[in-house]
């Protein structure tokens, strides 16, 4: 990365499940770097399971890591962020978020209170100039997201002809996406949450 920006860059092995190393994430990267402008919540994941099976500590692990760390790390990261009066923060959620997924109950439930979670940030912190949106991501085909299309049998190609654009994402246009967001260009944009999905999906009579 420094490589190709030309840019210093910071790298901090965090448990952001853990509230003290998120606390340490922070204040190094104050420490070092001065400031925090932009914080992206991108940590995130699930593994799928029927709902009838779905045990208590599979529930409690999809929420510490889609949600209860986004909480620390806003937390932490808010403390300069208001201080300083200005600042991005920008949360991944998942289409599974916005209308849910079968199998994925923990999941689906875990990333609609992130959004939720976004909304109430960027109502109490838009008076101090800190704005918080959230990006609601499709099938992409991410290194993880390939693999575990394999493993589950799934195919791109089928996973992308449901979508209006035909194909499934690519992490580049996730972070377009992300790179809005944090960026003046969505300088009166907060509260929000966009989908980089491909499109809405539905039934009906089909144009040629």
Not at 62 to 87: I, M
Not at 118 to 139: M, S
Not at 151 to 174: C, F, H, K, N, W
């Amino acid at each position: 990365m420094e490589a190709a920006t030309e840019r210093r860059c910071l790298a901090v092995r965090t448990d952001i499940k853990d509230e003290e190393q998120v606390a340490q994430l922070v204040q190094r990267t104050v420490d070092e770097l001065g400031r925090i402008d932009i914080l992206v919540n991108n940590a995130g994941g699930t593994r799928m399971g029927p709902l009838s099976a779905l045990p208590t500590k599979g529930w409690d692990a999809s929420f510490d890591l889609n949600v209860r760390s986004a909480y620390f790390c806003t937390r932490e990261a808010g403390k300069h962020l208001l201080a300083q009066r200005s600042g991005v923060i920008v949360n991944i959620s998942s289409d599974a978020g916005v209308h849910g997924v079968k199998g994925g109950a923990h999941y689906a439930a875990a990333k609609s209170a992130l959004q939720m979670f976004t909304t109430v940030t960027a109502a109490e912190w838009g008076p101090h100039g800190v704005r918080a949106n959230c990006i609601a991501v499709g099938a992409v085909a991410s290194e993880r997201a390939s693999a575990a299309w394999e493993v589950a049998g799934l195919d791109s190609a089928d996973l992308g002809g449901q979508t209006p654009l035909g194909r499934v994402g690519r992490p580049d246009e996730v972070a377009a996406a992300i790179l809005f967001f944090a960026s003046d260009a969505s300088s009166f944009i907060t509260g929000q949450t966009l989908s980089v999905d491909g499109g809405p999906r539905m039934g009906g009579i089909s144009q040629t």
